[in-house]
């Protein structure tokens, strides 16, 4: 584990870094009162959605390159930028951000295994226990990969039970809260240092190529699962296919053993234009999901039980070994999803991390807050306004204001981790949660040889739309850009944010001061 700098700060680089950021709050105070406009285009389509200029924030900087970030203010855009404001997803960037500098892009999440046996004659006879830290992405090819080592230790079946040690994390930050009261989505699946493939159960349907009857398939593999499949295939478009699907689980829940059979039902109707869709649901406790995945696994790596695992929570006894240290994949790895995808739980798992590497365990999210002030601190940036409840945006809480959010992405273009930064975030026309967006307009720029781009995390909660990244211009300026929306009508707002980056790639006019 690397020393971060800003708990034993290397005085000449603190240094750099604090006469930037005086810089830069140097040039936002020269420009304040000059600035206050909103484009045209933006003001018009705000205005078609009914959205009050009183409910957006947006703060636009141009960062100049080979001067250490230097904001200039030419093509820049500050309207209400100081207000604070709910960022709903974006705030993702503050958290993936500071973990990539505390951590580092290679940090690797540890899940450990302990026995209280011995291996004799390729049986383990004895008890597993799994110590989670809180690796985000455990996923059934991460498994994969974990039961192939535990084999080349010998072991082909396993005589013991399975224990599972969460002592890693604060017992009330695994408590399934949520804002919405939807507790069966996937994205509010609360935090688990043994969180297994999202503790969620997706569910592939889609209509079969040979016959007339829907295929269902699903994943992580379970080992006491069983789907019942009463669909009918109806005449009808793919446009509201959830609606009349009727799924129920049996036992749900607590009522379930950890190795209990599970029948997942399926009944109601399916239009036959649907070539493939995911149904997932967050449907079973983190012990059952996590007991029957782990023995599927294990299953399906060629390895046996003398008898079929009743995982349970509990510690790792002194006494016991370590059989077996297992490491995730890349922290640059992870925020790429994080960030590409808006994945809440592995947001949220992230800041519990930072708490966890940098206060000791068990992690909270209060400790998680303190290390990322620390840090922002140690920047010298200084963001009095910043609410982090949960470092995912999840949140009715959280806050921060778009200058605030704008100055961070200046401050990551000097830090080592800048690219790995920049890469995480989705595309628009591409990727991850901008893939759809901006698509008619940068055909405009398909004869250029170097094509303009707008790398941009988006967020969005009841009355909250909010972007926040960098663009890049069709003349090959970069500009940060940050916009809150926060307004009954904000779900109308998205051409409005399109409408900004799209003026951003083309360069931008000349500041008109038009309110």
Not at 40 to 57: G, T
Not at 339 to 349: D, G, L
Not at 449 to 468: F, M, Q, Y
Request: charged letters at 20%.
């Amino acid at each position: 584990m690397r020393t971060q700098y800003f708990l034993s700060p290397a005085f000449s680089l603190l240094a750099c870094l604090l006469l930037t950021s005086q810089a830069y709050a140097a040039d936002l105070a020269s420009q304040e009162t000059a600035l206050q406009y909103i484009p045209k285009a933006v003001s018009a389509s705000l205005e078609k959605s009914q959205i009050p200029k009183e409910a957006i924030s947006i703060s636009v900087v141009e960062i100049e390159p080979g001067r250490q970030g230097k904001v200039t203010a030419k093509n820049e855009v500050d309207w209400r930028s100081k207000q604070a404001m709910n960022p709903a997803s974006t705030m993702k960037l503050v958290t993936t951000l500071t973990g990539l500098d505390v951590l580092g892009p290679q940090y690797r999440w540890r899940t450990n295994i302990y026995t209280d046996g011995l291996i004799r004659q390729g049986t383990l006879k004895g008890n597993l226990y799994l110590q989670g830290t809180g690796d985000p992405k455990l996923v059934p090819e991460e498994f994969a990969k974990m039961m192939k080592a535990l084999q080349n230790l010998g072991i082909q079946k396993i005589d013991g039970n399975l224990i599972f040690d969460r002592s890693a994390y604060a017992p009330n930050v695994m408590e399934h809260n949520t804002i919405d009261g939807e507790s069966l989505r996937a994205y509010n699946v609360p935090p688990d240092p043994l969180l297994y493939a999202f503790r969620t159960l997706s569910f592939q349907l889609g209509k079969s190529r040979t016959a007339d009857f829907i295929d269902i398939s699903y994943t992580p593999p379970l080992s006491q699962l069983k789907v019942i499949n009463q669909m009918q295939l109806v005449d009808q478009s793919c446009d509201n296919w959830k609606s009349n699907i009727r799924f129920n689980l049996d036992p749900e829940g607590n009522g379930a053993t950890t190795n209990q059979l599970l029948t997942a039902q399926f009944s109601g109707s399916f239009p036959n234009a649907c070539k493939g869709v995911n149904y997932n649901v967050v449907a079973l406790d983190a012990n059952t999901f996590l007991t029957q995945g782990f023995a599927a696994a294990w299953e399906l790596a060629g390895g046996a039980w003398t008898q079929a695992p009743t995982g349970k929570s509990g510690t790792v006894p002194l006494a016991s070994r370590l059989l077996l240290q297992f490491e995730g994949i890349a922290l640059a790895d992870d925020v790429q999803d994080i960030n590409k995808y808006s994945n809440n739980v592995m947001a949220r798992q992230l800041m519990l991390t930072l708490a966890l590497e940098k206060m000791g365990k068990p992690a909270t999210t209060e400790n998680g807050e303190l290390v990322i002030q620390s840090w922002l601190k140690g920047l010298g940036l200084q963001f009095p306004e910043l609410v982090i409840e949960n470092g995912s945006g999840l949140s009715r809480n959280e806050a921060i204001s778009a200058e605030h959010m704008t100055q961070l992405l200046v401050a990551a273009r000097n830090l080592s981790v800048a690219d790995a930064f920049y890469n995480s975030l989705p595309i628009a026309g591409t990727d991850g949660t901008m893939r759809n967006r901006l698509m008619a307009h940068l055909r405009k720029f398909l004869h250029l040889k170097k094509k303009p781009e707008a790398r941009i995390k988006t967020g969005s909660l009841a009355d909250v739309r909010a972007i926040s990244g960098y663009v890049m211009s069709k003349s090959g300026k970069m500009y940060a850009v940050t916009s809150f929306i926060n307004h009954p009508n904000a779900w109308r707002g998205l051409e409005a944010h399109d409408q900004l980056l799209a003026w951003l790639l083309d360069d931008g006019p000349e500041p008109k001061h038009a309110r």
